[in-house]
């Protein structure tokens, strides 16, 4: 049975150029982000009103927050609306970051919390625990890269949301437990179980995640 | 490597983390050297680290941050005074101590107080006042008015005609009360004592006059018990 999604989606976002996607040495970049020392004096910055300040911390984080939130809502103008949701929080509340985590994690627990509440809001159906889905999502046959990614975006939307939050806040944007367990607001064990019965329907839909590919990345 | 069941349990829960490397280094260590004599966690962790490559591959698509941060830039300059006010970093919106302040409650305060000792005033007055009150004086009436009170039963022709035959006249109504001022019928002037002394003996002498206010000094003259 093959469900793939259909390429592209509804998301309004512009393309990259032909030889696709950003470079090792970007995507490195946007994974590390700016340092934590300098998102903390931004943060400073911006509690002192500085939209300077507030438009480097923007930029630095507008990226992955778009795929993060596009990858979980399939839809960017959800994305974005969660974004700047989140960001008005930044400028309105900076003066009450403490320091206590990196300002990454503060930023992402709250943009995990509104993210909930939109996803919430505009796609309930999406939450169904799809724990009876008896048919892998894949073919038989060996898939490239690319369609195995599309898999995966389905796969993903069959988990509920507090899984999926977890996975893509781990393998996506590399986040250690505890600062999942801090963005999520839960225990450390919380974190672990829920990526453990994610890992565990993903597996079940996508059987092809366990066999090696030629030109696997990782 | 001899495989327990807490630390393969241990291991399989770690292997999303040793795949986006974000273990410690003695987590790491840890996992690895389990991992490395254990074939399930090998397979396991291929497929977390097949996994993380997918998620974070690199995009195909790019998102244009400057759009989205003019808008938000927009609401955030649009945002209503009072909701900056509340919302906003506390060092931006903290008054100096001495800075101007809009007297709107500064004026109502004073109001309010003002108002309050007013009624304070009012009421501690009241309360120093005695608990009856006088309606009549007795100087003014006794020196220049007679008050005079007839039976309850007399017409008012007979009281016309006691007071015509005393020498008489009407000056002050009884308003309800019964009660009349006279003066001597040919007084047109200020009254003295004695034309009203006299008169009220003439009135006294009329068996329908039930009441005679006393003059100043006399004994009373009533005939009511």
């Known amino acids: 049975m093959l469900n793939r999604p259909a390429p592209g989606g509804h998301l309004p976002v512009r393309q990259q150029g032909p030889s696709g996607g950003t470079t090792p040495m970007a995507e490195a970049t946007y994974r590390g982000g700016s340092s934590a020392a300098r998102e903390v004096e931004l943060m400073r910055r911006i509690a002192a009103g500085d939209k300077r300040a507030f438009e480097e911390l923007y930029h630095a984080y507008h990226r992955r927050m778009a795929r993060f939130l596009t990858r979980l809502t399939r839809r960017y103008d959800v994305a974005e609306e969660v974004i700047n949701d989140t960001f008005w929080v930044v400028w309105t509340k900076a003066g009450d970051f403490r320091g206590d985590s990196q300002p990454s994690t503060w930023i992402f627990g709250i943009a995990y919390r509104k993210a909930r509440s939109a996803f919430r809001a505009s796609a309930r159906r999406l ?78 839909l996508l059987p092809q995640l366990a066999e090696p590919r030629a030109g696997e990345s990782a | 490597m001899t495989r327990t069941p807490l630390a393969h349990e241990e291991s399989w829960l770690q292997l999303p983390w040793l795949a986006n490397g974000r273990l410690t280094l003695e987590e790491r260590a840890e996992v690895e050297a389990h991992v490395r004599g254990c074939p399930e966690c090998a397979r396991e962790l291929a497929t977390q680290r097949s996994l993380q490559g997918l998620l974070s591959a690199p995009d195909t698509v790019s998102y244009a941050a400057a759009p989205s941060f003019r808008k938000l830039l927009q609401r955030i300059d649009a945002a209503p005074a009072a909701a900056a006010d509340s919302a906003a970093p506390k060092p931006r919106h903290r008054l100096a101590p001495h800075a101007w302040r809009p007297p709107g409650l500064a004026w109502a305060a004073t109001f309010v107080l003002t108002v309050s000792l007013g009624l304070m005033v009012a009421t501690t007055y009241r309360w120093s006042q005695p608990a009856y009150r006088v309606t009549t004086t007795a100087a003014a009436p006794a020196s220049a008015v007679l008050h005079v009170a007839f039976e309850r039963s007399l017409p008012v022709g007979e009281v ?4 015509q035959r005393a020498g008489a006249r009407v000056v002050e109504g009884e308003g309800g009360s019964g009660v009349f001022g006279v003066v001597p019928a040919t007084a047109n002037g200020p009254v003295d004592r004695a034309q009203l002394a006299a008169l009220a003996a003439r009135l006294h002498r009329d068996p329908r006059v039930r009441w005679i206010e006393p003059l100043a000094g006399d004994a009373p003259a009533a005939r009511d018990p």
């Open chain 1, 127 to 204: 939450e169904e625990n799809l724990d009876v889905l008896p048919e892998p999502l894949t073919t038989e046959t060996p898939a490239s890269q690319t369609e195995l990614r599309d898999w995966l975006g389905q796969a993903l939307e069959t988990l509920p949301i507090e899984q999926r939050m977890a996975v893509q806040l781990c393998y996506e944007l590399g986040h250690s437990c505890e600062e999942i367990a801090t963005i999520m607001d839960c225990p450390v064990n919380t974190v672990k179980t829920r990526l453990f019965h994610a890992r565990a329907k993903l597996q079940r």
């Open chain 2, 160 to 163: 016309g005609e006691v007071l």
